[in-house]
């Protein structure tokens, strides 16, 4: 049985709501399902929640979805108690867009640091009040002023979009590849990289998560904290707001 899934997040990042049906129900009560705008925890961007609406209305929550095996399989986890869907039913899907829409933006904002600091990352949590990003670095540099450039980029209101390369033409551009330890999503046949600015004139990064289509959509954000982790590592977190709205709390 083929259980290849329409992933639609990754075609429109904007989708919060779509139809679909049930392809698998796994023992542990995992759903799978023919299509999902849902998206699956990946490259330090958390999986959606939501919920699913039956034809008879009733709502099954949804607190996490998750790659099963391969990229390729897509599973919902509903939370506990949930009466038991039937192979075939026909569903009503929601994301939690609001939270999902946080995550785009601090997802973008992560990006945006990456051109701030061009050091290779070494790791990148992706969250809905605060990300951190780790770069290979051994110097010390101000957070006010990364901050600043950060808030240029947003301002500046540039174009983010995708553009989908084979794994052939990633393989021969390996300079494209900014992080370390974090591999480019291969193995599909094809990468999606993220550009930034027209013509990629800000950055271009393989990633497979969800982003907003301008800057400005990030909003305000700032360094909250530059930690020194090891000598040859430096852990940013990246907080909503500006750094004088949180000291005002
Ligand atoms: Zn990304």
Redo the contacts with the bound molecule.
């Keep these: 049985m083929s259980r290849t899934v329409t992933a639609l997040f990754r075609e429109d990042f904007y989708l919060s709501t779509c139809e679909a049906s049930v392809t698998a129900i796994l023992e542990d009560g995992g759903i799978e399902l023919d299509q999902t705008c849902f998206y699956a925890t990946s490259?330090g961007q958390p999986g959606d929640t939501g919920f699913f609406e039956r034809e008879d209305g009733s709502r099954i929550p949804i607190v996490d979805t998750r790659h099963g095996a391969t990229k390729d399989v897509i599973v919902h986890v509903p939370a506990d108690g949930q009466a038991p869907l039937k192979f075939g039913e026909k569903l009503v899907l929601h994301i939690d867009w609001p939270r999902r829409y946080r995550l785009m933006r601090m997802?973008t904002a992560?990006?945006l640091l990456s051109v701030v600091c061009p050091y290779p990352v070494t790791g990148a949590a992706v969250g809905e009040e605060e990300s951190r990003v780790d770069f290979d670095m051994s110097h010390t540099i101000d957070k006010d002023e990364v901050t600043a450039a950060l808030m240029e980029l947003v301002e500046a209101n540039h174009p983010v979009y995708v553009q989908w390369i084979t794994d052939e033409e990633l393989a021969a551009n390996p300079g494209i590849v900014k992080s370390k330890n974090v591999r480019p999503p291969v193995g599909m046949g094809r990468v999606s990289l993220?550009c930034i600015g027209e013509d990629s004139s800000v950055d271009s990064?393989p990633?497979g998560?969800t982003?907003v289509s301008e800057t400005q959509e990030v909003g305000a954000i700032h360094i909250a904290k530059i930690e020194k982790k090891g000598k040859e590592n430096r852990r940013f977190r990246i907080r909503f707001g500006t750094a004088e709205d949180r000291a005002a709390l």
Aim: aromatic share 0%.
């Design positions: 490259g997802h992560c990006h993220v990064q990633c998560g982003h």
